[in-house]
Every structure is written in C-alpha cells, then in structure tokens.
C-alpha cells in the first residue's frame, strides 16, 4: 500500500504529477522510498538536496566531519553560517527548509565494516559520495550481500565518473577493480583538487540514477560506466561486463562478510591520508622550525606543483614536484639530511616512499604539510 499525498504535497510535485513516467503512482513510490547518503560533502550535497526536492520519504544522511570554508566552493548544501558545526546537521536543517515533508535521518559517525550494516538496513538503495577507496568498496560489498544498488561517483580536477554497481542484475565494482590501487597512487581532491561544479554535475547524475531506480523507469547506468570530462564538455561511455570470478559477486564468493575495508586500501607502515609517514619518518612542525632556528643543515624539498608555491612557500625550499622526482633523483645527496614537505602531508609521504626505496635514509616528511606549518609555526602562511 503506497502512501497518499496531501493537497499541499500534490500541488509541490505537480511537475512531476504531469510526467506520464512519474505521474501520481510514480510520485507515492518515492514517498514510499528511502535512500542512504554516504558522505555530506560535494557529491553528497546536490544529491541530497535532489532527493529532498523529489519527495524521497526518507533520507539518511552519514558523516563526522564538520564544515570547514575549504569545503563551500563545492558542497552546495552548506552556508557559510554553518563553518565549524557538524555537517549532518548543517545539511539536515538546509534539507528540512526545501522540504518538511520527507524524513531526514543523520548518522554523525564513519561509515564502517562495524556500523554499516545496522546503518544501511532498511535503505532501498545507497548513494556512495564519500569518493575514497575503503568506502567504495565497503558500499560495494555490502550492497553485493544484501541485494542493493550502490549509486557510485568519483570526482577529480575536471573528470568525473559514475556508475549503478548491482550484482543481480550487473557488475559490481570489485568486477572492474578486484584490487584497489597503491595507496597515495590516485591523488585525493583535497591534495590535487577539484572545480567546484565538478561534483554537482556527478552528484546530480547520481541523483537522477537513484530517482529512476526507484521509480523502476529508463535504463540505468548498470553494467555501464559513464565518464565526464568538464574541460572537454564530453562524456563518454563504457560498457562493463560481470566477472564471474568476483570475489563477491561471483560464482564462489570467498567475500561472504564485511572485511577491514583501511587494511585492505592501505599498507601498513605509510598512512597517507593522514599525511604522516609513521612516526618514525615525521616530523612536526614546530619540531622542524626548532632545528632550523639552531642552525642546522637540513635541505627542504618542496614536492608540490609550481603554481602553489604562489599560495604559500617556505623560505629556503627547493621545489621539486612530486612528478619529476624521479628523474631529479640525481639532485639530491643521500648523505644530507632532506626534509620533504607538500600541502597536508600527503604526497610528500610517497615521495618519501619514493626516495627510501631508492635507498635514502635520512630523509624526513614534514607531517601535516605546509598547512601544519601555517598553523603551528608561521600564523602569517594561509592554510588552502
Ligand atoms: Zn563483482
């Protein structure tokens, strides 16, 4: 039995009430619907508002981070009113404001092998916008074992991707990638960045997908990957094919339970997405600036792009970007002491990976980056 619309509800979803696809059946069906949304963050924010416009009945909404200024040049569903509250909050309130009709339900937690299940339960369907690797395949593998569609996006600079990952009646996305990448190898937005209407143009095709799920109408981006580059203005699309030797979507499943999605993105030892490279190769901040200030002989390597040493620099470093390293190898003395720094910490880590498997040992990553430096040492450097 589907749910009855209000006269002020059939007067919001009149354009939606004249599609012959939707029309009144269609509209009682996404009332009757729920949709979990990982992540409050770029692509997070158009589909939840999306979603919330359409009249989905429920929404969850799943995430612990709090909203920073760095993040409004993206993430729609935030204002500058909400800098340093907790996102879920921030985008509940902005989700009941468009519309007090639907259910909005926040998770101000992580997303993982422990609470995704109790999470996720009565969902119809997920929305991955969360964009890094420990969580697409832990949407994947729960959706593959308990029978949803996973609406998946990924995001970086100017190219976008976006799929529907259901293994009853498609791939899924350990069918496409059964091994994630090395850890630090795909940059992250926040260390290589992102034009801001990048996620909106991903997260509103996520979006779309997830409405016509719902409604059971059109061909969805199952078994098809569709890629967008904004600079070009091109999409293109991908035909995906289910690989029946899938770890857990195949034929002899050996993924039969929720695993420890960081140990199996990550390698033990180096952890990028803190941008620390363990305790043993960090160093602080303040750390740093104490030794400089004594006079000691340290060489400061600067591994990011050129056009960020006009945001911030620090006075003495050399600039070698992360991807010319390699060939610049020569440059460098293993027997001086070589601080390498980038923004947060990140790609200065695989440098740091880089150089010690070239058999540089006094070499040292400057945890936190210049940002750690902006705010530990030097007030005066912006952070970005
Ligand atoms: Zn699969």
């Not at 760095?70 to 468009?98: C, F, M």
């Not at 795909?186 to 997908?209: F, M, R």
């Not at 991807?323 to 440098?351: H, I, W, Y």
Request: proline content about 6%; some cysteine.
């Amino acid at each position: 039995m589907l749910p009855d619309l209000s006269h002020a509800e059939i007067l919001r979803y009149s354009r939606h009430l004249l599609i012959p696809e939707v029309g009144l059946e269609g509209q009682k069906k996404l009332l009757a619907a729920s949709v979990l949304v990982i992540g409050a963050g770029g692509l997070g924010s158009p589909v939840a508002l999306y979603l919330a416009a359409a009249g989905v009945g429920r929404i969850g909404l799943v995430d612990f981070d709090v909203v920073d200024s760095s993040n409004l040049q993206r993430q729609i569903i935030h204002g500058s009113g909400a800098v340093g509250t907790l996102k879920v909050e921030s985008a509940r309130q902005r989700l009941r404001d468009l519309n007090p009709h639907i259910q909005v339900d926040i998770y101000n937690e992580p997303f993982t092998s422990a609470n995704a299940l109790r999470i996720a339960r009565d969902y119809d369907l997920l929305v991955d916008g969360t964009d890094n690797f420990p969580t697409r395949y832990l949407v994947n593998d729960l959706c593959v074992l308990t029978g949803k569609p996973d609406v998946f996006g990924s995001i970086y600079r100017f190219e976008g991707q976006a799929s529907v990952f259901y293994a009853k009646e498609g791939p899924c996305y350990r069918c496409l990638f059964p091994e994630p990448p090395p850890p630090g190898l795909v940059p992250s937005c926040a260390e290589g960045g992102v034009l801001g209407v990048l996620p909106g143009t991903i997260g509103t095709i996520q979006a779309t997908e997830a409405i016509k799920l719902l409604l059971g109408i059109g061909s969805s981006l199952v078994g098809r990957l569709l890629l967008y580059n904004a600079l070009d203005m091109s999409f293109e699309t991908i035909q995906l094919k289910k690989n029946p030797d899938c770890l857990v979507c195949g034929t002899h499943p050996q993924v039969t339970e929720l695993i420890d999605y960081d140990a199996f993105c990550g390698v033990p030892g180096f952890e990028h997405d803190e941008g620390s490279a363990g305790k043993n190769w960090d160093i602080s901040a303040t750390d740093l600036a104490l030794r400089l200030k004594n006079g000691e002989k340290l060489r400061l390597i600067d591994v990011r792009e050129p056009h960020e040493l006009a945001i911030s620099a620090l006075p003495g470093a050399e600039n070698i970007p992360l991807g010319q390293l390699a060939a610049r190898l020569p440059e460098l003395d293993s027997a001086q002491e070589l601080v390498l720094f980038c923004k947060t910490g990140v790609r200065s880590t695989r440098a740091l990976e880089l150089l010690v498997s070239a058999g540089f040992r006094k070499v040292r990553n400057l945890q936190g980056g210049i940002n750690a430096w902006a705010r530990e040492v030097d007030p005066k450097l912006p952070i970005y």
